[in-house]
């Protein structure tokens, strides 16, 4: 009976959430028919569909979405594992993190996106250039929050675990990796977000294909509507690398919150 409690109470919870944004696209809708707001610069929600439709049957939407996924899936991967593996090494070896975090941390207050200039004139715009561009996007924040995670894990638990005859091995797979997942899905979390900004600015500056080369040729061309549409695509993409991640982090962390509970 809790559990069925529980997931109802989820479940209104999450039907709550949708009534602001339906009143708000009914109010959109509204003022756009009865004329209050300058459909030229602002289409009615049902014209933005229209649109969406359109790209979809029509110009062929779909590869300039899968180009720009595959690239952010491929960036993300190799900036997100050697952010893992630097920050596991820089994290259990104290000399490794004396000699590469301050030129790391120094790295990491430039902005991901003036690196973009640098990459191109070494690597290229073309998809090698972009790839390298995501991956150093997604890199420090990885980084950073797996060598805080496995910094900040309780000695407590590292001599609980040797008092038990664990080896090295274990005591980093079985407590230290584990302790440490929440705060490094923080910085997971936080770097896909990036990547998936960083390689539409990336198409919006140069390319040929991708969402962001679509949107500002679109822009270019004072299409609002098809703009608006591919904004709509953009945040929808978003919200469900998002949403995946999140889904991954509840699953692999859920020791944590029942711990919480306790």
Not at 53 to 58: A, E, G
Not at 78 to 86: N, P, Q, R, V
Not at 93 to 116: C, D, G, Y
Not at 227 to 243: E, K, N, P, T
Request: charged share 15%; proline share 3%; aromatic share 12%.
């Amino acid at each position: 009976m809790i559990g069925s409690n529980h997931g109802t109470f989820i479940s209104r919870t999450r039907c709550a959430g949708l009534v602001i944004p339906v009143i708000f696209l009914f109010g959109w809708e509204l003022g756009a028919r009865l004329q209050w707001i300058t459909s030229l610069f602002l289409p009615a929600p049902s014209r933005i569909l229209q649109s969406e439709y359109d790209l979809f049957i029509q110009h062929g939407i779909m590869r300039h979405v899968w180009s720009s996924v595959s690239l952010v899936m491929s960036g993300f991967a190799l900036g997100a594992l050697t952010g893992f593996a630097s920050g596991v090494i820089c994290g259990v070896a104290r000399t490794a993190e004396r000699l590469f975090s301050p030129l790391l941390t120094s790295l990491r207050q430039v902005p991901p996106i003036a690196w973009l200039t640098v990459i191109a004139f070494a690597i290229g715009y073309e998809d090698s250039g972009k790839l390298f561009f995501i991956a150093l996007t997604v890199f420090f924040p990885v980084f950073v929050n797996t060598l805080h995670g496995i910094a900040h894990v309780s000695q407590d638990y590292v001599e609980a675990a040797r008092s038990y005859g664990f080896n090295r091995w274990q005591i980093f797979s079985r407590v230290i990796l584990p302790s440490a997942l929440p705060t490094m899905f923080t910085g997971i979390r936080y770097g896909a977000g990036m990547s998936w900004g960083m390689i539409l600015a990336a198409e919006m500056i140069s390319g040929r294909k991708g969402l962001g080369y679509l949107l500002s040729r679109r822009q270019e061309l004072l299409v609002v509507d098809e703009s608006l549409a591919i904004l709509m695509v953009i945040g929808c993409m978003g919200f469900l690398i998002d949403f995946s991640i999140s889904s991954i982090e509840r699953r692999m962390t859920r020791w944590n919150r029942q711990v919480q509970k306790g």
